[in-house]
């Protein structure tokens, strides 16, 4: 039993932060029908920003900063990458957004260095032990902060003027553009408040990890797995998804090898493919002609 425990609590703090990386996926596909995949490394720049700028404030005082960072990347992602893509009506935003990508990620390499750094926690590092496993407090926060990041967007779409033009240019870009919605400007929001939610979650989990400017990389396409395995329309199922994945390599990590646990994410991804490729909550879409 204490066993079991241990692996919930870990792969739920893991399953988390794949579910807000997954969360941003789902904000731009909405929008617009394009995904960052440069999103793992806006998560790795996210990290190290924090990481300087903590070493001047505290952990809490420098989450807002890393947070309009992180928008102020993905505003400068949309615009260069993805709004002459969408002009042309070409998909050329795919290899435009691995190409900052990679990009971001060799300019964090010469500014921050190549090597993993030490993030410092902002609560003890001393395990609690619950029902007989040991749960880091950090932890606790990754799955906190997580859920709180992902219900205030929510609240903000539902609950703002600005949110609701962001759920109308999601349901029918058309149709909210001849009620006088700027549907450009509601695409580079959602950029922003992409990469914002990808910064927020590197400064999550560096406490957890390390610090790295290739932190990213393996995150960002986890998180688009479970995208998909959840489905790239529903908040639900980046949530689910997350929660499923974090937890399986968790568990093939436990009781196979640390070499085997990402075989149950992917062998997921390919059956969910295979049966339900709108992914687990996931709606088709209906394309009129």
Not at 275 to 282: E, H, I, Q, S
Request: charge should be positive; proline fraction near 4%; hydrophobic fraction near 55%.
């Amino acid at each position: 039993m204490d066993v079991v425990l241990q692996i919930l609590f870990s792969g739920c703090a893991v399953g988390m932060i794949y579910a807000v990386i997954a969360f941003g996926y789902q904000l731009t596909f909405a929008t617009s029908g394009t995904i960052n995949f440069g999103q793992g490394e806006a998560l790795a720049v996210g990290a190290l920003v924090g990481l300087t700028i903590v070493g001047h404030l505290n952990y809490w005082l420098m989450i807002p900063f890393v947070l309009v960072f992180g928008a102020v990347c993905g505003i400068g992602i949309e615009r260069i990458a993805v709004l002459p893509a969408l002009r042309r009506k070409t998909e050329g935003w795919i290899m435009s957004t691995i190409a900052l990508g990679i990009i971001l990620r060799n300019i964090a390499e010469n500014i921050w260095g190549k090597e993993d750094m030490k993030f410092p926690s902002p609560v003890p590092e001393t395990p609690i032990s619950i029902g007989g496993a040991n749960l880091l407090p950090m932890e606790i926060m990754v799955v906190i902060g997580a859920l709180a990041i992902m219900l205030v967007i929510e609240i903000f779409n539902k609950k703002s003027i600005y949110g609701k033009a962001v759920i109308a240019t999601a349901s029918d870009p058309a149709a909210a553009g001849l009620m006088g919605i700027n549907t450009r400007l509601v695409v580079t929001f959602s950029y922003a408040l992409s990469c914002a939610t990808a910064a927020f979650a590197g400064v999550l989990v560096a406490p957890l990890t390390l610090a790295g400017a290739g932190m990213g990389a393996s995150l960002g396409l986890k998180a688009f797995a479970v995208a998909i395995i959840g489905g790239l329309t529903s908040g639900v199922g980046a949530v689910v998804g997350g929660l499923i994945l974090g937890i399986s390599e968790t568990a093939t990590g436990f009781y196979l090898s640390t070499g085997y646990k990402d075989v149950p994410g992917l062998v997921l991804l390919l059956v969910v493919l295979a049966l339900k490729p709108a992914g687990l909550f996931g709606k088709k879409s209906i394309k009129k002609v």
